[in-house]
């Protein structure tokens, strides 16, 4: 369902034009709008998450060989390796969500499917 959204805008000399918009209420229509990229966050952020989480593996190496415990460097390689660990969590938990409702829709639909057939009670 598209929705026309109408709204009046001043413009700096007095004038008024009028902007029309469309609100997409449909998740199909929002996946064809965007290219389906509202799904992809378990694929976009494994690879951030390993190239993030590598790196903070050699800066933190390379700073605990030279004993340099608590500098800048042992730091930033601390936090390259908690962002890398962070992304690489967030993408699990994407994934498992978008497993559980591609669980529910199939559930959904082969309900649908009996119920039209008359198999379901």
Not at 22 to 46: D, P, V, W, Y
Not at 94 to 100: F, G, H, I, Y
């Amino acid at each position: 369902v598209t929705v026309l959204l109408k709204r009046t805008v001043n413009v700096g000399s007095g004038e008024e034009i009028t902007v029309r918009t469309h609100s997409r209420k449909n998740q199909g229509q929002l996946s064809a709008a965007t290219g389906g990229a509202e799904t992809s966050c378990s694929r976009c952020t494994i690879p951030f998450g390993l190239v993030i989480l590598i790196s903070g593996v050699v800066v933190t190496a390379v700073a605990y060989s030279f004993n340099s415990h608590g500098s800048i460097i042992s730091i930033l390689g601390l936090v390259l390796l908690g962002s890398g660990l962070l992304l690489l969590g967030a993408s699990a938990v994407c994934w498992r969500t978008r497993q559980c409702r591609k669980q529910a829709q199939r559930r959904e639909s082969q309900t649908a499917l009996m119920a039209n057939r008359g198999l379901l009670v």
